[in-house]
């Protein structure tokens, strides 16, 4: 299984602090993606990035990738309450193949 | 922006009947998915579909779920013959040729069976 495991599974920190979830992953991969789920809804795609490239910046949000290591971090800087959901990484081989998700890391942000 | 849309949003069946989830992919999007997050777990790959054919499937995708594009626009989840266990939200997503924007999500509909 090529599924991507986060830890911590839960982390708490108040506004303004940083928040890194961290990813690890099984088996070789195209690319590794960040989602965030909003309690009881969707899930919203925030960042992908390929299995070639080490590092990338969305906004507030610093991804980087390792697959040496078969791993890869999210940062979250200067975190807002409304940052407060779940983020899942989720793995993928080849094009149009299935993502597999991992059990996700639940932030809570608080005022 | 375009969206993914599923309906219903909510639905509640008895055990052992028929239920189907719609979705309304993007347009011009080629690879169609069904995913489900049982409550509090993490979301699972349930089937992939391209060019009309199932792609992929996982081992929770049995004989009791079936998936279908009827008129080209619609792709539809069938779960024949409901249980318990089937309670859960059920994603569908989709991506277009490249995938540099990632899967969009629908979001979701949330199934419960009693």
């Known amino acids: ?111 | 922006e375009p969206e993914v849309t599923q309906t219903p949003s909510h639905q509640v069946t008895q055990m052992g009947q028929e239920v189907i989830l719609r979705c309304v992919p993007i347009s011009n999007h080629l690879y169609f998915y069904w995913y489900r997050q049982i409550l509090g777990q993490k979301v699972e790959f349930l089937v992939s579909f391209y060019n009309n054919e199932i792609s992929e499937k996982s081992e929770i995708f049995d004989d009791q779920f079936s998936v279908e594009r009827p008129d080209g626009s619609n792709f539809t989840l069938k779960i024949r013959s409901t249980k318990l266990e089937d309670s859960a939200m059920y994603f569908c997503a989709s991506i277009g040729r490249t995938q540099a924007g990632g899967y969009t999500f629908g979001s979701g509909t949330r199934l419960t069976v009693v």
Request: hydrophobic residues 30%; aromatic residues 6%.
């Open chain 1, 1 to 111: 299984s090529q599924q991507g495991e986060e830890d911590p599974q839960a982390l708490s920190i108040q506004e303004g602090e940083n928040a890194t979830m961290n990813c690890s992953y099984k088996t070789s991969i195209n690319n590794l993606q960040w989602y965030r789920q909003n309690s009881g809804r969707g899930l919203v795609h925030l960042i992908l990035i390929r299995s070639n490239e080490r590092e990338k910046h969305s906004g507030r949000l610093r991804v980087t990738l390792d697959t040496s290591k078969k791993s890869s971090s999210l940062l979250i800087t200067a975190s807002r309450a409304a940052d407060t959901a779940s983020y899942f990484c989720a793995t993928d081989g080849l094009a149009g193949t299935a993502l597999i998700f991992g059990k996700g890391t639940t932030l809570s942000v608080s005022s």
